[in-house]
């Protein structure tokens, strides 16, 4: 039963470097940063880090007045940290799947809940979808990442991206979204029928839809957090 072992169990599953760069998926669900500089990561993933590393929560009118006042509206979901240093760090966020992308000169919207880390390199903004904030807890918001650099963000379960094309919009349940391209600016709809046909609740009235050209990231889950507001 040698395979039960505990030098086995080690063997198997201990930190393999892989020479991937910035940022290496030690697993699925977990995200090593090679720092040597600074990163920025989603407040409260660090789950191990070695090396000599310090964690700085981001002050809130570090990013611009603005921000700070979109901060107070977003609440705690969208709070950051930046780790200094030089080390191996560690991230995950309560088991979700994790994307890696290099952006080059490129854009991407991510939902402020699922954007794990970001070099800082790549530029940040968040953008809070007004007309849905007062149908759902919290609103929705999310982070508008440009530039050239590496991001990571978080999936439940295995992502499926959709093509958008001219003439062929995507309507997504917005619990459900992830991502999508710098160049698309999704329009807010709601659906009385669809609200009665699920018979949930007010939130499941919403939907997002995408006309242009490019991509939009969904998730075979609905996130928790973004439940409709109580009346």
């Known amino acids: 039963m040698n395979r039960y072992s505990i030098t086995e169990f080690v063997k198997q599953t201990e930190q393999k470097d892989r020479g991937e760069g910035f940022f290496e998926l030690e697993t699925p669900r977990m995200l090593e940063v090679n720092l040597d500089g ?35 509206l977003t609440g705690e979901g969208a709070s950051l940290m930046k780790a200094n240093g030089k080390g191996k760090l560690y991230l995950a966020d309560t088991g979700k799947k994790i994307v890696i992308l290099h952006l080059q000169n490129e854009a991407i919207y991510v939902n402020g809940n699922d954007l794990l880390a970001f070099e800082p390199s790549i530029k940040w903004n968040i953008k ?41 919009p ?9 991502a999508w391209s710098g160049n698309l600016q999704p329009e807010i709809k709601t659906d009385i029928s669809f609200k009665t046909f699920l018979g949930r609740g007010s939130g499941d009235s919403i939907q997002m839809k995408f006309e242009g050209d490019g991509f939009v990231v969904i998730q075979p889950y609905e996130e928790i957090n973004m439940n409709p507001t109580q009346g």
């Open 128 to 168: 809070i979808m007004k007309k849905i904030a007062g149908m759902m807890a919290g609103g929705l918001f999310n982070v508008r990442c440009e530039g050239t650099g590496m991001i990571a963000f978080t999936t439940h379960y295995e992502p499926i991206t959709l093509r958008v094309t001219p003439g062929n």
């Open 170 to 178: 995507v309507v997504t349940d917005p619990n459900a979204t992830v």
């Open 38 to 72: 600074q990163v920025w990561a989603k407040a409260g993933s660090m789950v191990a880090y070695n090396g000599d590393i310090k964690f700085v929560r981001e002050g809130i009118l570090e990013h611009g007045l603005g921000t700070a006042f979109k901060k107070a």
